[in-house]
């Protein structure tokens, strides 16, 4: 009996171990809560324009040369974009052939897969950065994270979006102090072990609003760089902002799957549709 008492009594433990794995935190509860709803798909698709003509081209019989997905986070000034959909050819196997005799111009946006939420994304052709912030406080009607206004000494959470089978999502979040981080700078990051296709993840640092309430401000955004992770602090200055010039990158060029498409802005298309 004595025996079955303790083999039950072990049993137990070890059941309440392993559900802690899977139990968060009343911190990590709080966290994840100041990011949910921060976080959103963005995909942005372009075509080619012959500088010469400006005809411009879709590729095999479509309106577009390519498309490219990535993440997103709001923030109350606007939102946050990753180079991906700043240039998303560079990211286009299909466009390197190209590079000599045409120019990427970024055709469609798109939120969460949603045609109506077709914006314009600005001019980045020239940046070098991973992170890049957009200044439209219109799209999420202000709705979104605050920048955390300090920059060193910081004691925050790391938040990682990871996606799980049939594209659902949850959190990964834990405790980050960092000394100090400069605007527009890149930090190489370790990542997770987690069995989850890691998306991005945000920095978040606590901030004392007012007594008894608190709230968390944004430090750092975190995204994939070749087979590393960065975070890249971030602000609402110039350093994260359009720059807009941009000259073609030289190699050879092929003509086969070029589609000729009408030249035409994708909002304006899609007024003159509704008229109809």
């Not at 000034?77 to 000599?100: L, M, N």
């Not at 401000?217 to 200055?237: E, R």
Request: hydrophobic residues 35%; neutral net charge.
């Amino acid at each position: 009996m004595k025996k079955q008492i303790l083999l039950l009594s072990i049993l137990c433990g070890a059941l309440s171990l392993h559900s802690q794995v899977y139990v968060k935190s009343p911190e990590q509860q709080l966290v994840e809560q100041a990011i949910d709803g921060c976080f959103f798909e963005i995909s942005q698709s372009y075509r080619l324009e012959d500088p010469k003509t400006k005809n411009q081209y879709g590729r095999n019989g479509a309106n577009i040369f390519g498309s490219q997905t990535s993440f997103g986070v709001k923030v109350s000034e606007g939102f946050f974009i990753t180079d991906v959909i700043a240039h998303p050819w560079e990211y286009d196997s299909s466009f390197q052939p190209y590079k000599s005799e045409y120019v990427p111009v970024l055709y469609e946006t798109r939120i969460n897969d949603s045609i109506e939420s077709a914006i314009s994304i600005p001019d980045f052709k020239n940046g070098n950065k991973l992170v890049y912030f957009v200044s439209d406080k219109k799209l999420f009607d202000g709705i979104g994270l605050s920048l955390n206004p300090q920059f060193k000494d910081l004691h925050g959470w790391l938040v990682w979006l990871v996606e799980k089978e049939g594209n659902a999502h949850d959190y990964i979040s834990y405790k980050k102090q960092i000394d100090s981080l400069v605007c527009g700078m890149t930090y190489e990051i370790d990542k997770p072990n987690s069995s989850f296709k890691l998306v991005g993840a945000v920095y978040l640092v606590p901030m004392q609003c007012q007594l008894g309430y608190l709230k968390f401000g944004l430090a750092g955004i975190v995204v994939p760089n070749k087979d590393k992770w960065c975070l890249v602090s971030v602000c609402f200055n110039e350093t994260l902002q359009a720059d807009k010039s941009k000259e073609p990158i030289a190699t050879s060029g092929k003509q086969d799957e070029l589609t000729l498409v009408e030249n035409e802005n994708p909002k304006k298309k899609a007024k003159r549709n509704k008229k109809k």
